[in-house]
């Protein structure tokens, strides 16, 4: 397992149903592809979220989002944590 | 107080040591400008660093971070997370 920081972009105006609403997409199906969304943040000014997750593969993370319905535009594997 | 996530590019190869005598050169300063780092996410393949906060303003982010020596390349204020 590795950890994951995935970005969406054109969020903007994002409210915090929408966000709860995509996260709980998430965590309905994550565990089919062995993937645990830790948090995920949220600027609807810019327009941007970001996922944290813990997953075997970046495909992975990109298959979750992709079924849950919010493909995202980056997916960035992050070893290093402070 | 509020929550900012604060992204780095071009950190390409970073290691962990540097991700963390970073960190620590924030944390060293951080309470002069009311900012609190929680945590930092690094992905050296494509150098970007993340950083979750608790500042006052994005400002004072930016004020830690100039100052510690590793002005980020973006600053968004983050109201909402899951």
């Known amino acids: 397992m590795a950890t994951f920081m995935d970005v969406h972009h054109g969020m903007d105006g994002i409210t915090a149903e929408e966000l709860e609403a995509a996260h709980q997409a998430d965590l309905a199906i994550e565990r089919s592809e ?33 079924r849950a319905g919010h493909k995202p535009d980056e997916i960035h594997s992050v070893p290093l944590s402070v």
Chains 1, 2 share one sequence.
């Open 34 to 66: 062995g993937v645990t969304f830790k948090q995920a943040w949220a600027d609807p000014a810019s327009g941007t979220v970001w996922c944290l997750s813990e997953a075997p593969s970046a495909d992975a993370v990109q298959r979750v989002h992709e």
